[in-house]
């Protein structure tokens, strides 16, 4: 094994040095079998580490999913399982010190990790296992190809393999907007308001919250959210202001002009709203800080007069209705569009100690089963001991979701579902199973509210840069993005955007931006001929 990268293992440089490279290694013994068709009838085990929710099993083997895999497969999974940051510096610390499962499931590497990883041999190139061992994930590339074409590194190999979840298609995909607002109507009925339709109406019934104090005792939030904390931050109301705001600051004008929305005046201005509603204090004291749990936990207690998220019924109960797109102080009306995908390219790796490489191929590949993947993303049916969220018709072959009665889908989801390498296509839903009822009335309520005020007609592509460009931008984010972040929530509190703002862009520059925004550039200008090309 080459020399591994310092860069990438940060977090556990100080223990290697100590301990220097271990040659141990904690991948499974070598069966020496070929030609396997399942169930195997030789007693196996796989070592597999992997990622997984704090709110599911430490044991992904007490899962009813894990337990039928290994019935039908005849496979035993040794599962080395942990949650958050903890998982990541156990990968990590193995990869490091070479004491390597046979695989990482749930991996959750970056573009930039897993080029290093392939580099420097800890991971292992999986596209002859893929066309020799694998024909549930060839027949997903068959009938969407694109998705090869984005598992596939610059340099032609294939070294992880995906989830695909699809949802719908262009503006109408359930990941087309992220988190959205959503308003207490009941609090409105009841103080006589209307559903605001501008930003400035929305400020005036914030007002009205903040006064007549619906919850009693001082305990209305009129606004809510987790600044910077992806699906809760209030992006949403940035379209109200020019280009909108997302996830990773990236849109793309109508002219094909990547754009970071840090640097835009729409930007500036959506920072002053929202300094304007802290002063008046509008905002919650705690937005700027608080972790999910204290999000949900005031939520369901129905404090919120607007908050945001991308599905209510994780948060908060059913008083409250999708927000719609606000009209800007100069009329401007606009829904960013999210450049998010239903996709994870590296959701799973083989480590290049796994010796058993056709048992393992033919293991993930089981993942891909139309049905198998299914339940590996929401979760099984037929368990006695806890709630399903599937009922499988035998007579149809058909997977179909059950009324869960007022559980959380999130909560459901993490508890029993595996996660891991699977595909749902849009072609499944009706073939294969239903669509999820909170996903089917959510695509509705996008459909109905905000696709119509999508102004963009592009999003920037999830493309697979080479190692130096992803190594460069690695780089530069590690200092913009905690300062943009940090600006972001200074501004609200105090305010002087419009008086540091020149300063910042050129603090942007000075950390990179222009350099980022050209390899960006390049990268979108060479996906589009591409495309044009087919």
Request: glycine share 8%.
């Amino acid at each position: 094994m080459k020399k591994l990268k310092g860069a990438l293992y940060g977090v556990v440089l100080g223990s290697l040095l100590l301990s220097g490279c271990s040659n141990e290694q904690s991948a499974a013994k070598d069966y020496e079998l070929s030609d396997i068709s399942f169930p195997v009838e030789e007693d196996v085990t796989l070592k597999f580490m992997t990622g997984s929710s704090p709110m599911a099993p430490e044991d992904p083997n007490d899962k009813l999913i894990s337990q039928r895999l290994e019935e039908e497969t005849g496979v035993h999974i040794e599962w080395d399982s942990y949650s958050g940051e903890a998982f990541v510096e156990k990968r990590n610390l193995a990869m490091s010190s070479g004491d390597f499962p046979d695989a990482i499931m749930n991996s959750g590497y970056s573009d930039y990790e897993l080029l290093n990883l392939a580099d420097d041999e800890a991971i292992i190139p999986v596209e002859d296992l893929i066309e020799d061992y694998m024909p549930n994930l060839q027949k997903v590339f068959e009938q969407a190809p694109e998705y090869k074409e984005m598992v596939t590194a610059p340099d032609g190999h294939i070294y992880s393999f995906p989830w695909i979840e699809e949802l719908g298609t262009g503006k109408e995909k359930i990941q087309a907007v992220g988190g959205t607002g959503w308003i207490n109507v009941k609090w409105l009925e009841e103080l006589g308001l209307e559903m605001p339709q501008t930003t400035e109406e929305l400020e005036e019934v914030l007002k009205a919250f903040r006064d007549q104090d619906p919850v009693g005792d001082g305990q209305t939030i009129p606004m809510s959210f987790i600044l910077n904390g992806g699906q809760e931050d209030p992006a949403f109301l940035f379209g109200s202001f020019g280009v909108g705001d997302n996830w990773d600051h990236t849109v793309v004008t109508n002219d094909k002009k990547v754009v970071y929305t840090p640097t835009t005046n729409g930007y500036k201005e959506a920072i002053n709203y929202f300094h304007g509603l802290y002063q008046e204090d509008l905002i919650d004291v705690e937005a700027f800080e608080q972790d999910w749990n204290n999000y949900v936990a005031k939520g369901a207690n129905e404090r919120y007069g607007v908050y945001f998220t991308w599905d209510k019924n994780n948060i908060s109960g059913e008083n409250y209705e999708m927000l719609p797109a606000l009209e800007g102080p100069d009329g401007h009306k606009n829904v960013a569009i999210s450049n998010a995908l239903g996709f994870d390219r590296s959701r799973m790796v083989i480590t290049s100690a796994n010796q058993n490489l056709e048992l393992t191929a033919k293991w993930i590949d089981q993942m891909y089963a139309p049905l198998q993947s299914v339940q590996n993303n929401w979760g099984t049916y037929g368990d006695e001991e806890k709630q399903n969220i599937f009922k499988y018709d035998e007579d149809e072959d058909m997977l179909k979701h059950m009324d869960l009665e007022g559980t959380a889908p999130v909560e459901l989801r993490e508890q029993t579902a595996l996660g891991g390498p699977l595909a749902i296509l849009n072609s499944y839903f009706g073939e294969v199973t239903t669509m999820p009822d909170d996903a089917a009335w959510r695509l509705d309520l996008l459909h109905e509210k905000l696709v119509p005020y999508m102004n963009a007609d592009y999003t920037y592509p999830n493309v697979f840069l080479q190692l130096e460009e992803l190594e460069t931008i690695s780089k530069i984010e590690a200092d913009l993005s905690p300062y943009v972040e940090r600006k972001r929530s200074e501004w609200i509190v105090n305010g002087k955007v419009d008086e540091e703002w020149e300063a910042h862009l050129e603090e942007m520059d000075r950390l990179g931006l222009q350099e980022w925004m050209e390899i960006k550039q390049n990268a979108f200008d060479d996906y589009m001929e591409s495309q044009e090309e087919k």
